[in-house]
């Protein structure tokens, strides 16, 4: 919907012209659930358009007319329009159905709202009679892979169809008025925003002025600000100002829950009392309130009956009367406690506040990227991502794809215990596509021993899993009619991500340019990798949409490479750096080019590097967190501390929350050492206590490991802009480097001392990534020294 009050002016959809309740379903297997419906509709238009030469799919529709003084404009897209052998006109609504089922009365009222909709515009428009019919397309197929469609007239009468038309239009401008009454009110409390403290933090102000200014222009606005200068707090003072008084939607997106929790505990601080203002989304899973994610009226009874509980209830609504900020522990229980969806009920909650904060791939990953907006609604969003140097990696992670051979014929062997005649479907059809990939790699790699590891770059045929996806579909489709048929709705067939798996890799290669191709060896069995190596193409397109955008970090250099990263637009895109607010005796850095840390002297020098951890840990009066490059090197360190395993505690592959938790907690206590990998949760996304922390030490350039995938990466940013192993290897490490020791300066009072082992540190492209202002004006080579002896000096000073 879109309104002009002042004007008068307002535009609706068909799909939403009844629900001025803006009640949605849930639809947590909407992908699967979405892709059936429109293939089955595609399906049946192109043989309608094969047998009808007059057919029309998606035919659009609209109509213009004065409702009191309001001008509506009602635009619609019916499924079908024909005209039938008697020459009168018939417009089709598609629905894909369960042969054996009815659906919902409100489903099917709804159904037939829309259809007499179609049929009162597709009449108005042609000034001819027309038909309405319900074409029910049963999940199954006939003889020649069509869909069996069951036809269903339905009665309409003009002149009720214009009451019950405008009707709804009546509820839209009265949401209308009200939203500009809303807004009113919003425009007022932006007045009301204040800072939470006396003044800015030195550095703040002027980044908070700059970002005002920004947003003022509608820029793309990538900020580099120290860790700790509170830039979170410095972008949501005008981003709200701005969202507020202009009606605008501001989301907050974080790669990270630290990110999320900060960004709502800032927005707590100046948020304008009395007025409903922000909720946070929590994922799915942590949401659902059955034993599993399974959005199906079959088996969520919440999902069964959300509309009608959430209609009995009032929700949201009673919710944002409650609260300022709405937490989604305070969602859950209201919706569990009503019978409806908590995490639909945390949708339908931020589509009415003016502030979300959620975590990146509610924006940005294809799969999810309408959840929270569409994008009609982008012009009018603020986007804020905190940390947003991890953006691209994230979604090109998202879009990588991999076939198994080990892993579908796993799924083949377990699907052929089933005894059904799916189960043989599914089997027969995973066998065939381990043997697709066995015989790909064969071609391209050559005869490979069994279970040797190889990574290999392939380029692969377009059409590697043409002549596939239809079994591919037919078995999905009849995996779900046996899924129906049993009532067996578990989420746990084997062939859902075989489906999901295979479907993703054939459609990569719609985007090729965007995409590399591996084969690869493993201890079972050979693979094919579609590795996404460009994320620009899903990213761009929602910042360029966006009112605006701000993308705050600490490590934003090289600036082309985030640009390029982000898909930015040249004539929008602007950089802004804050320098660093701590004065330099906050902190010591010393480089220790005694250790060789590159990959074939690791094991020579881990027992040195051992030592000289412990010492520094014991030179400092707090905790001392030690950063390696991998869990294997980590490993390998933590072995040559076997009599002082009792102060070292170390984070592992495998390490669960709780293990993490409590690492977490030994730093906060400030005591001995502990050793993390670099660019994980111990490294990014730590905010301790004051004096908690001491020390950090950072082992190496923290390079990304050696692989086939990083080599496509670092072919990608060659063909570019010539900046392959600048850009694919040396941003990334650095950035990690960076954003470790940023653990250790976060407030004025904190003190401690960056300890940077390797001798790669003195020398370019390195050297030249390091922050000038660690070293006060001084040359990291006059820096060099024993980080123990550093650390003892730098503290007796403070003490003396």
């Known amino acids: 919907m879109w309104a002009d009050v002042a004007e008068r002016q307002l535009r609706l959809a068909v799909t939403e012209l009844y629900s001025a309740d803006r009640v949605e379903r849930p639809g947590g297997s909407a992908g699967v659930r979405a892709w059936i419906g429109q293939a089955l509709h595609v ?95 049963p999940i199954g197929h006939d003889d020649d892979g069509a869909p069996a469609a069951v036809r269903e007239a339905l009665a309409w009468d003009a002149d009720r169809m214009d009451e019950a038309i405008r009707a709804a239009v009546e509820a839209w401008v009265q949401l209308a008025l009200d939203r500009a009454a809303t807004a009113a009110e919003r425009a007022a409390a932006a007045r009301e925003i204040a800072l939470p403290h006396a003044a800015w933090r030195p550095g703040q102000d002027t980044l908070a002025e700059g970002i005002a200014r920004a947003l003022d222009e509608r820029e793309q606005l990538l900020v580099q600000a120290p860790t700790g200068l509170g830039k979170t707090l410095a972008a949501l003072v005008p981003a709200l100002r701005m969202a507020l008084r202009d009606d605008l939607r501001l989301i907050v997106t974080s790669a990270t829950g630290l990110g999320q ?47 009608g509980a959430v209609r009995r209830n009032d929700l949201p609504g009673r919710l944002l009367d409650e609260a300022t900020m709405l937490e989604p522990d305070a969602v859950f229980e209201a919706a569990r406690a009503a019978g409806a969806c908590p995490f639909q009920v945390s949708l339908d909650a931020a589509r009415r506040l003016p502030v979300t904060i959620c975590d990146l791939n509610y924006l940005f990953d294809p799969g999810n990227q309408r959840t929270l907006v569409e994008e009609s609604d982008l012009p009018r969003t603020v986007v804020i991502v905190d940390e947003v140097h991890r953006l691209a990696p994230r979604i090109r992670d998202a879009l990588t794809i991999e076939l198994d051979s080990a892993m579908l ?27 697709r990939v066995e015989a790909t790699v064969a071609e391209l790699v050559g005869t490979t021993e069994p279970g040797a590891p190889f990574e290999a770059t392939v380029e692969l045929p377009r059409d590697l899993l043409e002549d596939l996806r239809g079994q591919l579909d037919l078995t999905l489709l009849a995996t779900l009619a046996y899924r129906h048929d049993t009532r067996a709705w578990a989420d746990d067939d084997p062939f859902w991500p075989i489906w999901a798996a295979a479907r993703g890799f054939a459609e990569t290669f719609a985007a090729d340019a965007s995409y590399g191709s591996l084969a690869l060896g493993t201890k079972q069995g050979v693979a094919l990798r579609r590795v996404c190596v460009d994320a620009a193409p899903w990213i761009g397109p929602v910042l360029e949409g966006a009112h605006a955008f ?69 030179a400092v009066p707090g905790g001392c967190l030690a950063l390696l490059p991998s869990h294997a090197y980590l490993a390998e360190v933590a072995a040559h501390l076997g009599s002082a395993a009792t102060r070292v505690h170390a984070q592992g592959p495998e390490t669960d929350l709780r293990a993490r938790q409590e690492l977490v907690e030994q730093l906060e206590r400030g005591d001995g050492l502990v050793l993390g990998v670099a660019g994980g949760v111990l490294a990014e996304s730590l905010d ?87 070293f006060s004006g001084r040359a990291p080579e006059d820096c060099v020294g024993d980080p123990a002896e550093e650390a003892l000096r730098f503290f007796g000073e403070a003490t003396s």
């Not at 088996?299 to 069964?304: E, G, S, W």
Request: glycine fraction near 6%; charged fraction near 30%.
């Open 43 to 137: 399906r049946y238009q192109r043989a309608a358009e094969r047998t009808q030469p007059d057919y029309q799919a998606e035919r659009p529709l609209v109509a213009r007319f004065a409702h009191g003084d309001w001008t509506v404009t009602l635009r619609g897209r019916a499924d079908g329009v024909a005209r039938d052998a008697d020459g009168v006109l018939r417009v089709e609504e598609l629905k894909s159905v369960w042969p054996d089922e009815e659906p919902p009365r409100d489903t099917r009222s709804a159904w037939e709202r829309q259809l007499r909709t179609y049929a009162w515009l597709l009449a108005r428009e042609t000034g001819e009679p027309v038909r309405a019919e319900i074409v029910r397309l």
């Open 261 to 307: 929790r900060t960004a709502r505990e800032a927005l707590a601080s100046i948020a304008p009392p009395a007025l409903p203002l922000a909720t946070r989304i929590r994922k799915r899973e942590a949401m659902c309130t059955n034993d599993q994610v399974l959005c199906h009226p079959a088996a969520c009874d919440a999902a069964r009956d959300h509309v």
């Open 409 to 435: 014929r796993r799924a083949a062997e377990r699907a052929s215990f089933g005894g059904a005649d799916v189960h043989v479907q599914q089997a027969r059809l995973c066998h065939g596509l381990a043997d």
């Open 550 to 618: 701000v993308g705050l970090s600490a490590t934003l250099e090289p600036r082309e490479l985030h640009e390029s990263n982000l898909g930015l637009s040249r004539e929008r895109a602007v950089h802004m750096t804050v320098g660093d607010p701590f004065p330099p005796e906050s902190r010591s850095v010393v480089i220790d080019p005694s250790i060789d840390t590159r990959l074939a002297a690791r094991g020579h020098h881990a027992p040195k590097l051992a030592r000289k951890l412990l010492a520094l840990a014991d």
């Open 688 to 774: 301790l206590p004051a004096g908690a922390l001491s020390a950090v030490a950072v082992v190496g350039p923290c390079l990304p490991p050696p692989s086939a995938a990083r080599r496509l990466l670092e072919e990608h940013y060659d063909e570019r802009a010539g900046e392959g192993f600048a850009w694919a290897h040396v941003a990334p490490g650095m950035t990690r480097v960076i954003q470790a020791a940023g653990r250790l300066v976060r407030r004025p009072t904190d003190r401690g001392v960056i300890a940077l082992f390797g001798r790669r540190f003195l020398r370019d492209p390195y050297r030249s990534a390091l922050p000038e202002a660690w």
